[in-house]
């Protein structure tokens, strides 16, 4: 079974940056799709950024151009990239393959975006 751990969250100002990692167990990270999922209060949680094993990658409409995704497959790590943050990126991130099949869900890292 696969296990995720994220980590990298934490406070930071409207404008700022935060480098989020996730880092997966086994040997199917490879080959596996995935993505960064988030979760804000109250609200359900979305792909907000997604990449294929080849490195094609996805962003959706709220974090297009300031978040970029990667991955190291030789360390069985994802990455997100946070930049110029806003109040309403403030959440949980989770990492997870974006399908087929979906492993458990990590903890998460908390992201929180304020003055």
């Known amino acids: 079974q696969v296990q995720l751990v994220e980590s990298g969250g934490g406070l930071v100002q409207p404008g700022g940056s935060l480098r989020l990692s996730c880092t997966t167990s086994g040997s199917r990270f490879r080959f596996t799709n995935m993505g960064w999922y988030r979760q804000a209060p109250g609200r359900l949680r979305e792909l907000v950024s997604s990449?294929?094993?080849?490195?094609?990658?996805m962003y959706s409409d709220s974090v297009k151009g300031r978040f970029t995704v990667s991955r190291d497959n030789a360390k069985n790590t994802l990455y997100l990239q946070m930049n110029s943050l806003k109040p309403e990126d403030t959440g949980v991130y989770y990492c997870?393959?974006?399908?087929?099949?979906?492993?458990?869900w990590g903890p998460g890292t908390q992201v929180a975006v304020s003055s």
């Open positions: 997870n393959s974006v399908g087929p099949l979906i492993y458990n």
């Open positions: 990449i294929t094993v080849d490195g094609t990658t």
